[in-house]
């Protein structure tokens, strides 16, 4: 463990030492973040996820910056460049670009013109220009004249010394910081379109003639014109005031007003243009692309938590719909506990009098309390098909999206669950699972197959990996899973577990039975006491043989409750049963070196609702009658929706026509929004009002925003709708934004 590291991070992020050390302990201990969170509180101080995950992460950005600065130190050693100097240098930098300033005069690198004016002997020539003692530079040039060498005249001297000036000025630390930080605070994106692209790239007309300050431009804006010059339809450059970038430098490297620093003058000129400004684009843009995949990456997890901790129906006999016009409505029955019970039946719609028959049958026969239709293509017509049946008023008929679902049901999970049913068939199960318990059949698909981002693709695909499995680890783990009902890929991602003990626990349940007990797990092939340690206390075991294995505490605190539920002279049942017993308990008696306050207070909490859902509870959803299609939609109607996908510039909503329409930044509420998160959240139900409908691009404009000052009633069109704001090109606050994220969003089925 390396101390500078706690010291540095304890500093950055406002936290004790001890607290960072813990944390740091912890991990090299193979602790999981949740794991830490939950169950070592009293070790951290009761830091959360959020902030145990940002020491973790900082601790590897900081073993990545050692490991870079041990590979220069040991370049510069090799090349004969390393002095003690160098090498506190080297050690004091505490950023990769500092620490690549350093290194820059000593990389090696290819033959610059700099490297081939050394070669002719100019180094003396420039080192006694550079220093500007008022010499006739042009005289000086004289004695370097060398035919031999390539050096035909003075003002070939002079211009190869000049060339060696310009590297040196590129290359001097403090010139590019302030450099950097000019770019930083100055520099601008200039996009233009690329000739004869106007009508190939129409999706980004926005940014064919755009300029805007990077200090400012936002995440989606940034990947956008990414995107656009990837795709070879934009020109894409960032630079600040040209003339203000030199003459920063001229302030830096010209001491007089001779001859002489006319040359170095030169130079500048030269080293801005052909060396420091593409240099300086360059970490501008990698700069810009790391603050706008983080801000991507950030917004996608966001969503994604809200997408898993969804409010799940829970344990119902499910009949799950995948429904279709051509290959008609494939429908299978599930039991309460999500098993398949009966499949290969499709009805179809055009065959009304048939297949309500056939639904009000299977409704009987398999018990079933509920309908999950999938939201594809002919959902509303199926929806509106099972509302008109006359089912029994006890059966809840939803609609659940699908997104992704097609994907699980290609997938080898899938053909492994289902080796013997069709895809749509697997499909069917899928929608009536994510019913039931969104988060259990979520893990099974790849997050970035389930549409909640904003330009996944583009952004660093290892962070967000690291930020997606960070997410539904801690979903899965703030839930707790049912051990004796959760599937291999749920477990896999409970702390302290993985693939292979996944599948190994499912292999022991369908051998040997239910486990009766959390110490049954101990059983579980390559089940070790760490890996025990890990994820018992996430892990639950209904009606076994102890009743805390159906609740958080973890198994290492039973001798506290037991202790407590001895001091009272009751059981531990009549302890978690009773609110009487449990307020006489004086939970200050049970502080030990070990065991503090914080988790003593969450033993308490677990006793009170053992195994306890954080998620909310399940509340049924229904879209407008008669709004099927988009060319139903009219300006001025208001209806209802529910959030898809929450972005950097506003949130996609869907209101029942297959294409969800987008609430701008600027249209989520009277006030200004800054972060829409701040405002709405995927799967949260709202009422928004339709501004526009654009049918030749297949687009919805809605606003959240109150009324205008003459309401139109409910799905009426207003007499005169309200008309879209124009764009402003700079410094535009809140306008709406005609980004093309709009049009290349598309979910992926």
């Given at each position: 463990?390396?101390?500078?590291?706690?010291?540095?991070?304890?500093?950055?992020?406002?936290?004790t030492?001890?607290q960072?050390?813990?944390?740091?302990e912890?991990?090299?201990?193979?602790?999981?973040?949740?794991?830490?969170?939950?169950?070592?509180?009293?070790?951290?101080g009761?830091?959360?996820e959020?902030a145990i995950?940002?020491?973790?992460?900082?601790?590897?950005?900081?073993?990545?910056?050692?490991?870079?600065?041990?590979?220069?130190?040991?370049?510069?050693?090799q090349h004969?460049?390393?002095t003690e100097?160098?090498?506190?240098?080297?050690?004091?930098?505490?950023?990769?670009?500092?620490?690549?300033?350093?290194?820059?005069p000593?990389?090696?690198?290819?033959?610059?013109?700099?490297?081939i004016?050394?070669?002719k002997g100019?180094?003396?020539?420039a080192?006694?220009?550079?220093?500007q003692?008022?010499?006739?530079p042009?005289?000086?040039?004289?004695?370097?004249?060398?035919?031999?060498?390539?050096?035909?005249?003075?003002?070939?001297?002079?211009?190869?010394?000049?060339?060696i000036?310009?590297?040196?000025i590129?290359?001097?630390?403090?010139?590019?910081?302030?450099?950097r930080?000019?770019?930083?605070?100055r520099?601008?994106?200039r996009?233009?379109?690329?000739?004869?692209?106007?009508?190939?790239g129409?999706?980004?007309?926005?940014?064919f003639d755009?300029?805007e300050?990077i200090?400012t431009?936002?995440?989606?804006?940034?990947?956008?014109?990414?995107?656009?010059?990837?795709?070879?339809?934009?020109?894409?450059?960032?630079?600040?005031?040209?003339?203000?970038?030199?003459e920063?430098?001229?302030?830096?490297?010209?001491?007089?007003?001779?001859?002489?620093?006319?040359?170095?003058?030169?130079?500048?000129?030269?080293s801005?243009?052909r060396?420091?400004s593409r240099s300086?684009?360059?970490e501008?843009r990698?700069?810009?692309?790391?603050?706008?995949?983080?801000?991507?990456?950030r917004?996608f997890?966001?969503?994604?938590?809200?997408?898993l901790?969804?409010?799940?129906?829970?344990a119902?006999r499910?009949?799950?719909v995948?429904?279709?016009?051509?290959?008609?409505c494939k429908?299978?029955?599930?039991?309460?506990?999500g098993?398949?019970?009966?499949?290969?039946e499709?009805?179809?719609?055009?065959q009304?009098?048939?297949?309500?028959?056939?639904?009000?049958r299977?409704?009987?026969?398999?018990?079933?309390?509920?309908?999950?239709?999938?939201?594809?293509?002919?959902?509303?017509?199926?929806?509106?098909?099972?509302?008109g049946?006359?089912?029994?008023?006890?059966?809840?008929?939803?609609?659940?999206?699908?997104?992704?679902?097609?994907?699980?049901?290609?997938?080898?999970?899938?053909?492994?669950?289902?080796?013997?049913?069709?895809?749509?068939?697997?499909?069917?199960?899928?929608?009536a699972?994510?019913?039931?318990?969104?988060?259990?059949e979520l893990?099974?698909?790849?997050?970035?197959?389930?549409?909640?981002?904003q330009?996944?693709?583009?952004v660093?695909?290892?962070?967000?990996?690291q930020?997606?499995?960070?997410?539904?680890?801690?979903?899965?783990?703030?839930?707790?899973?049912?051990?004796?009902?959760a599937?291999?890929?749920?477990?896999?991602?409970?702390s302290?577990?993985?693939?292979q003990?996944?599948?190994?626990?499912?292999?022991?349940?369908?051998?040997?039975?239910?486990?009766i007990?959390?110490?049954?797990?101990?059983?579980?092939?390559?089940?070790?006491?760490?890996?025990?340690?890990q994820?018992a206390?996430?892990?639950?075991?209904?009606?076994?043989?102890?009743?805390?294995?159906?609740s958080?505490?973890?198994?290492?605190?039973?001798?506290?409750?037991?202790q407590?539920a001895?001091d009272l002279?009751?059981?531990?049942?009549?302890?978690m049963?009773?609110?009487?017993?449990?307020?006489?308990?004086?939970?200050s008696a049970?502080?030990?070196?070990?065991?503090?306050?914080?988790?003593?207070?969450d033993?308490?909490?677990?006793l009170?609702?053992?195994?306890?859902?954080?998620?909310q509870?399940?509340?049924?959803f229904?879209?407008?009658g008669g709004?099927?299609?988009?060319t139903?939609?009219e300006a001025?109607?208001r209806?209802?929706?529910i959030?898809?996908n929450?972005?950097?510039?506003?949130a996609?909503v869907?209101?029942g026509?297959?294409q969800?329409?987008?609430?701008?930044?600027?249209?989520?509420?009277?006030?200004?929004?800054?972060?829409p998160?701040?405002v709405?959240?995927?799967q949260?139900?709202?009422r928004?009002?339709?501004?526009?409908?654009?049918?030749g691009?297949?687009?919805?404009?809605?606003?959240?925003?109150?009324a205008?000052?003459?309401p139109?009633?409910d799905?009426?069109?207003?007499?005169?709708?309200?008309?879209p704001k124009?764009?402003?090109?700079?410094?535009?606050?809140?306008?709406p934004?005609n980004?093309?994220?709009?049009d290349l969003?598309?979910?992926?089925?």
């Amino acid at each position: 463990m390396n101390y500078a590291h706690i010291l540095k991070i304890s500093r950055e992020q406002a936290l004790t030492e001890n607290q960072v050390r813990s944390v740091a302990e912890l991990l090299e201990q193979g602790a999981t973040v949740p794991f830490i969170a939950r169950y070592r509180k009293e070790a951290t101080g009761s830091l959360d996820e959020v902030a145990i995950t940002a020491v973790r992460d900082r601790l590897a950005q900081l073993d990545e910056l050692d490991s870079r600065r041990a590979a220069i130190l040991k370049s510069m050693e090799q090349h004969g460049h390393l002095t003690e100097a160098l090498k506190a240098e080297v050690g004091g930098a505490e950023t990769l670009a500092v620490l690549e300033d350093i290194y820059l005069p000593y990389r090696p690198k290819r033959r610059t013109k700099a490297t081939i004016a050394r070669e002719k002997g100019l180094e003396p020539l420039a080192l006694q220009i550079l220093e500007q003692t008022g010499a006739d530079p042009r005289q000086a040039a004289g004695a370097f004249v060398d035919a031999e060498k390539g050096v035909a005249s003075p003002e070939d001297a002079l211009e190869g010394a000049r060339h060696i000036i310009a590297e040196r000025i590129s290359e001097d630390p403090r010139a590019r910081a302030e450099l950097r930080e000019f770019f930083s605070a100055r520099g601008t994106f200039r996009s233009t379109v690329v000739a004869d692209m106007e009508e190939a790239g129409a999706k980004y007309r926005d940014y064919f003639d755009w300029e805007e300050p990077i200090a400012t431009a936002p995440s989606h804006r940034i990947l956008a014109m990414r995107r656009g010059e990837k795709e070879d339809v934009l020109n894409l450059n960032i630079a600040p005031p040209e003339e203000e970038a030199r003459e920063r430098l001229r302030r830096r490297f010209l001491k007089g007003d001779g001859e002489d620093a006319v040359q170095v003058d030169l130079a500048v000129r030269d080293s801005y243009k052909r060396l420091l400004s593409r240099s300086m684009e360059t970490e501008m843009r990698l700069m810009t692309r790391e603050r706008a995949d983080a801000e991507a990456i950030r917004v996608f997890a966001e969503n994604l938590r809200e997408l898993l901790l969804a409010p799940p129906l829970g344990a119902r006999r499910v009949m799950g719909v995948d429904p279709g016009f051509r290959t008609g409505c494939k429908i299978v029955c599930l039991d309460r506990q999500g098993k398949l019970i009966h499949s290969n039946e499709t009805l179809y719609l055009h065959q009304p009098e048939k297949s309500a028959e056939l639904v009000k049958r299977l409704c009987g026969e398999f018990g079933v309390e509920a309908v999950a239709i999938g939201n594809g293509t002919a959902s509303r017509e199926t929806e509106a098909f099972f509302r008109g049946i006359g089912l029994p008023e006890t059966v809840q008929i939803v609609v659940v999206s699908e997104s992704g679902a097609s994907v699980y049901s290609a997938s080898a999970v899938a053909r492994e669950e289902f080796p013997d049913l069709d895809l749509t068939v697997r499909g069917a199960v899928s929608i009536a699972r994510r019913l039931m318990d969104p988060l259990a059949e979520l893990v099974k698909i790849d997050p970035k197959s389930i549409g909640v981002g904003q330009y996944q693709h583009d952004v660093d695909q290892p962070a967000l990996k690291q930020a997606l499995d960070d997410v539904v680890v801690s979903c899965v783990n703030g839930v707790g899973v049912d051990v004796n009902r959760a599937s291999a890929q749920l477990l896999t991602y409970v702390s302290g577990l993985g693939p292979q003990l996944a599948k190994n626990i499912v292999a022991c349940r369908d051998e040997n039975g239910p486990f009766i007990s959390r110490k049954g797990l101990k059983s579980v092939r390559r089940l070790g006491p760490k890996a025990f340690e890990q994820c018992a206390g996430f892990l639950r075991i209904q009606d076994g043989d102890d009743p805390l294995d159906a609740s958080a505490v973890h198994p290492e605190s039973y001798h506290i409750v037991q202790q407590m539920a001895k001091d009272l002279d009751c059981t531990v049942s009549d302890l978690m049963r009773q609110d009487a017993l449990r307020r006489q308990i004086e939970i200050s008696a049970y502080v030990t070196d070990t065991v503090g306050l914080p988790t003593l207070r969450d033993i308490l909490a677990e006793l009170a609702r053992p195994g306890r859902d954080p998620r909310q509870q399940f509340e049924a959803f229904s879209f407008a009658g008669g709004i099927e299609k988009i060319t139903d939609l009219e300006a001025g109607m208001r209806l209802p929706g529910i959030v898809t996908n929450v972005t950097a510039f506003g949130a996609f909503v869907d209101v029942g026509v297959h294409q969800d329409g987008l609430v701008h930044i600027s249209e989520l509420a009277d006030r200004f929004v800054k972060n829409p998160a701040d405002v709405v959240r995927v799967q949260q139900k709202v009422r928004v009002r339709v501004l526009d409908v654009d049918l030749g691009r297949n687009r919805i404009s809605l606003s959240m925003r109150s009324a205008p000052a003459e309401p139109a009633p409910d799905r009426q069109p207003s007499p005169q709708p309200r008309k879209p704001k124009k764009q402003k090109k700079k410094g535009a606050r809140n306008q709406p934004f005609n980004n093309p994220f709009a049009d290349l969003m598309g979910k992926i089925k």
